[in-house]
């Protein structure tokens, strides 16, 4: 049975998302320079980063999430590489750099080991979780 999606507001992973933004932007700006390990890195936290902007607002499982962040990853990677076959460019050097505009089997390498990654952090949350002693009342 499919447990449906609820709209909710979960702040620990609002806390989250908003540090990985932060992470995101530093290795676009202070990490430039890093060449390959900017890009791929960034592509595996980005999916980790959309799993929990959507794990803040709606309530389901962890799989239906972070397939949905896979999706976006692949879905980005798809107007790339249409984008080049229809010789299209964004204009927007910012949008450009969020973006990115070439498409690359890399990269979507990189967004299923964020979708790994996901489901690992979340397998050892549920793990420490059950594992932790529970306070009882006297």
């Not at 910012?94 to 790994?116: E, H, M, N, P, Q």
């Amino acid at each position: 049975m499919i447990r449906a999606m609820r709209w909710r507001f979960d702040p620990l992973s609002l806390a989250w998302a908003v540090a990985l933004f932060i992470l995101l932007v530093l290795l676009a700006t202070v990490g430039a320079r890093w060449g390959w390990v900017r890009s791929f890195f960034g592509d595996v936290l980005a999916v980790v980063w959309v799993y929990f902007v959507f794990k803040t607002a709606i309530g389901t499982r962890v799989w239906p999430l972070a397939l949905a962040a896979l999706g976006v990853g692949c879905a980005v990677e798809l107007g790339q590489y249409l984008a080049s076959v229809w010789q299209l460019r964004i204009s927007n050097r910012a949008l450009r750099i969020v973006l990115g505009s070439t498409a690359d089997w890399w990269d979507v390498l990189a967004y299923v080991i964020g979708f790994a990654a996901v489901l690992t952090l979340e397998n050892l949350r549920d793990a420490l979780r059950a594992v932790r002693p529970r306070t009882s009342a006297p």
